[in-house]
């Protein structure tokens, strides 16, 4: 919070920065988008809470795991720059991965 005015019992309040509030996006809604089928439910609500389209999701799940598979080490700070989307997408991409044990972690 800001004081504005000469600090008198007057003076104005305002917020610093605007004083508006972020909204978070709307969730996005799967039901017809292509590749959604292929996902299972956890999958789904990642893509719906991330705002990430099916067929993106899979273009990551199948980098990293063959990334993996191919005894690359896979760290999150790696993973970050990997993809041309957000990084907290690919990172939480990358979780979902290492907790089904669909991904080895790399030690980061």
């Known amino acids: 919070l800001k004081s504005?005015?000469?600090?008198?019992?007057g003076g104005t309040v305002t917020l610093?920065?605007?004083g508006r509030k972020a909204k978070?996006?709307?969730?996005?809604?799967?039901t017809k988008l292509p590749g959604?089928?292929?996902?299972?439910?956890?999958?789904?609500?990642?893509?719906?809470v991330c705002r990430l389209l099916p067929v993106h999701y899979l273009s990551i799940k199948e980098a990293l795991m063959r990334a993996s598979a191919e005894g690359q080490p896979l760290r999150r700070a790696d993973v970050r720059h990997m993809f041309k989307v957000e990084p907290v997408k690919a990172i939480r991409v990358y979780e979902l991965l290492l907790q089904n044990g669909w991904v080895k972690?790399?030690?980061g």
Do not use: F, H
């Open 4 to 9: 504005g005015g000469g600090g008198g019992v």
């Open 16 to 18: 610093v920065g605007g």
């Open 24 to 30: 978070a996006p709307l969730p996005l809604d799967l």
């Open 36 to 48: 959604v089928e292929l996902l299972s439910k956890r999958e789904q609500d990642l893509c719906t």
């Open 105 to 107: 972690d790399g030690g």
